[in-house]
């Protein structure tokens, strides 16, 4: 069966100095199916995981909620691989 989360079309800038020191390593946009996905970041948590952050939007109280999100872990995880593929990166070697 084909990955139903194919990714296409990576764009990317690396963070400056100042974002990489805090563990943001790039800004992203992504085609996912039929969706365009702009505005995402490659981050390094404080544990050392690598993850994708997508855009979050805050309500009047100031809680983020994203604007769109991975259905399910395994989504989310298909996604990352796929992005930090067409980088040319691995979840392990990340910058």
Do not use: C
């Not at 084909?2 to 690396?14: E, K, L, M, T, Y």
């Not at 400056?16 to 085609?31: I, K, N, Q, W």
């Not at 990352?80 to 980088?87: D, E, G, I, N």
Request: hydrophobic share 45%; no cysteine.
């Amino acid at each position: 069966m084909s990955d139903p989360f194919r990714v296409s079309n990576v764009g990317f800038v690396v963070g400056s100095d100042a974002d990489r020191a805090r563990g943001l390593l790039f800004f992203v946009s992504f085609r996912a199916g039929p969706l365009i996905v702009d505005g995402a970041t490659i981050r390094r948590t404080l544990g050392g995981r690598i993850a994708l952050s997508y855009p979050t939007r805050r309500d009047r109280s100031g809680q983020r909620h994203p604007i769109v999100r991975a259905a399910d872990a395994a989504a989310g995880l298909s996604i990352l691989t796929q992005v930090l593929a067409a980088l040319h990166l691995e979840r392990e070697s990340a910058p």
